[in-house]
């Protein structure tokens, strides 16, 4: 059933892979971290997919992907970890990890509508 609900989606799926191939390019700091945050363009095309396409299990992953992101990126907040606009290269690693799990969900996701 999946299938044939997930095409009305592909061009949120686009979206949300413009998102993070744009982050994943440039270099981590505070400042690209700030774009990801509460209605963020990313948030609310992860919440569209979300509350539209929750036949899939693959849906449930990408919103524990976005959820696990969001609290990266505020314990990166809360506990002051960035020095001259850069976060550790630990932590970058982590964020980093966690969007390209979030692209390959989006890439099954778009695999699945087709």
Do not use: C, G
């Amino acid at each position: 059933m999946f299938k044939y609900d997930l095409p009305t989606a592909v061009p949120t799926l686009h979206n949300l892979k413009k998102i993070i191939e744009d982050f994943l390019n440039e270099s981590i700091t505070l400042d690209s971290i700030e774009k990801i945050k509460i209605q963020s363009d990313f948030e609310i095309e992860v919440r569209e997919i979300f509350k539209n396409y929750q036949t899939s299990s693959h849906v449930y992953d990408l919103d524990f992907q976005y959820k696990k992101l969001i609290q990266i990126v505020n314990d990166i907040r809360q506990l002051n970890l960035v020095v001259d606009n850069e976060i550790p290269e630990w932590l970058e690693n982590e964020l980093e990890t966690v969007f390209r799990k979030i692209r390959n969900i989006l890439l099954v996701l778009e695999i699945e509508s087709n």
